[in-house]
C-alpha cells in the first residue's frame, strides 16, 4: 500500500494534469517494432510529454476499444521480438556463446547477451542494431510503469541503479555474472605472486559477433602492465567498471534517454530504490493464491458456489510454486505479481461449455481461463495441468 501511495503521488508530480490524457498508437502487427518506433520517435522529439498520457494501443484491421488487453498484447509483443535471440542477427538464428576476457563465457543473443548462471540479460556491446532500438526499448519500460503492466525483462539489479543514477561497481558484477565475479574474487585473494602465476595485464579482450577478438586496456600502456599483488584490487575495480560502463556506454545511453522520455530520474530516485523501480517494471515472486481466489471473477454460468469452480481452487492450492507460476504465465501471460499483489489482478474463469475432451485455454490479454464444467476433480487436474505444461499451442490469446 505504500509502494502503491507513492506511485501514485509520483505520476501526478511528474506528470501534472492534462486536456487529452491518452497517447494513442496505430500499429501493425507485421511492422510492429518500425512501427512503434516511428511514431514513439515523432512524439519524443515533438511533445515528449505525450508519453506520459495513458495508452491505448489499435491494431490495424481489428476492431475493438482498448481496455488493456490490447495494450498489454503491445507490451508483450514489442518486449518479446526486442530480447528474441533471432532480432536483428543480420541472417543469424540463434544466440552463440562469447568469451569476456579471460574469465568468463556467456550467450549472444542479437541486443542482449544471456548470463545463464543469473537467468539475466546484459547489453551486447557489439550488437548490428542502432540507438533507435535501444531506446525503445527504454521507453516501453517507462511506459510500463506509467501504464501499470508487468514486463516479462530479466535484468540484473544493475541496470536499475543505473538507470536512478546510482553507481555501479564490482558487487554489482558478482551479482549477475557469478563465474566471472567469483573468478576476480578468487584473484583478490590470491596468496603467491599474481604477476608470476595468474599473468595478466591491464587490458581485456572480447568477443564481438564474428568471433573476432576485440582488445581494450583498463588504463593508459594496460596491456604493457601487469596485474600484481599490490595493484590486483585498482585491476579489478578497472575491470568491473569497464564491463558495467564503459563497454555498453552507447548501447545503455540509448536505453535510458528513451527510459527519462517517460520517466524522470530525480524524481524517482526522490521516492523509489532501484529495487522497488524493478518491482514496478517486473512484478514480484510473492504467489499469494489465496488473495488471487479472494479476488477472482466468474462468467459464462459459473459462480464462486459452482462444483468445477471449487474443484478448480483445490487443484490450484495444491500446485507446488513452479506449477503456480505455470498457471499464472498461462493466465496472465507472465509469472509475475503486480505491485499491490495478486489481487490486483483482474481475474476471469469463465465457462467453456460442457464437459469434453478440450483443455483449458486462455485469454491472456484479459486475465481470463476458460474452463468446460469438467465431470470430475481429476479430470479438470489432468487437462489443466497438460494445458499449463505445453501452453503455446493450446488457444493461448
Known amino acids: 500500500m505504500q509502494n502503491e501511495g507513492r506511485m501514485s503521488v509520483f505520476q501526478m508530480l511528474s506528470t501534472g494534469f492534462r486536456d487529452s490524457p491518452y497517447l494513442k498508437l496505430k500499429i501493425n502487427r507485421d511492422t510492429i517494432i518500425q512501427d512503434a518506433l516511428i511514431q514513439l520517435e515523432m512524439m519524443a522529439q515533438d511533445n515528449p510529454q505525450e508519453l506520459k498520457k495513458q495508452l491505448f494501443v489499435e491494431f490495424e484491421g481489428e476492431q475493438g476499444f482498448d481496455e488493456g488487453g490490447v495494450q498489454k498484447e503491445f507490451f508483450q509483443l514489442v518486449i518479446e521480438e526486442l530480447f528474441s535471440p533471432k532480432y536483428g542477427m543480420r541472417g543469424g538464428s540463434g544466440g552463440r556463446e562469447a568469451k569476456l576476457g579471460c574469465f568468463y563465457h556467456f550467450i549472444v543473443l542479437a541486443m542482449f547477451s544471456f548470463v545463464e548462471e543469473s537467468r539475466e540479460c546484459w547489453f551486447n556491446p557489439t550488437s548490428f542494431e542502432n540507438d533507435s532500438e535501444y531506446m525503445l526499448i527504454g521507453i516501453m519500460l517507462g511506459l510500463a510503469v506509467y501504464n501499470h503492466v508487468i514486463l516479462d525483462v530479466r535484468f540484473p539489479m544493475a541496470v536499475y541503479r543505473k538507470l536512478m543514477g546510482y553507481p555501479v561497481g564490482f558487487e554489482d558484477l558478482k551479482h549477475f555474472h557469478p563465474v566471472l565475479g567469483e573468478s576476480l574474487s578468487k584473484l583478490l585473494r590470491h596468496e603467491g605472486n599474481v604477476e608470476e602465476e595468474l599473468v595478466c595485464s591491464f587490458s581485456m579482450s572480447y568477443e564481438d559477433v564474428f568471433g573476432s577478438a576485440l582488445t581494450f586496456d583498463l588504463k593508459e600502456n594496460g596491456s604493457e602492465i601487469p596485474v600484481t599483488n599490490d595493484n590486483r584490487k585498482e585491476y579489478v575495480r578497472l575491470y568491473a567498471d569497464f564491463v558495467l560502463n564503459k563497454m555498453i556506454h552507447k548501447q545503455f545511453d540509448a ?53 468445477v469452480i471449487r474443484w478448480f481452487w483445490e487443484v490450484v492450492h495444491e500446485f507446488d510454486e513452479n506449477q503456480k507460476k505455470q498457471l499464472l504465465s498461462f493466465a496472465t501471460g507472465s509469472d509475475r505479481v503486480p505491485l499491490g499483489g495478486l489481487s490486483k489482478i483482474k481475474f476471469i474463469i469463465a465457462k467453456n461449455g460442457p464437459d469434453s475432451e478440450r483443455l483449458p485455454t486462455a485469454h491472456t490479454c484479459f486475465n481470463v481461463v476458460l474452463l468446460c464444467e469438467y465431470a470430475s476433480k481429476e479430470k479438470l487436474k489432468e487437462r489443466l495441468l497438460k494445458a499449463i505444461t505445453h501452453a503455446k499451442g493450446f488457444g493461448m490469446i
Not at 510473492?286 to 466468474?298: G, H, N, P, T, V
Request: one cysteine or more.
Open 255 to 307: 536505453f535510458k534517454r528513451g527510459f527519462g522520455m517517460v520517466v524522470d530520474e530525480y524524481p524517482l530516485k526522490y521516492w523509489f530504490h532501484p529495487s522497488e523501480l524493478e518491482l514496478l517494471i517486473c512484478g514480484s515472486e510473492d504467489l499469494d493464491f489465496d488473495a488471487l481466489e479472494r479476488s477472482a471473477l466468474y462468467d459464462g454460468g459459473f459462480t464462486s458456489n459452482s462444483q
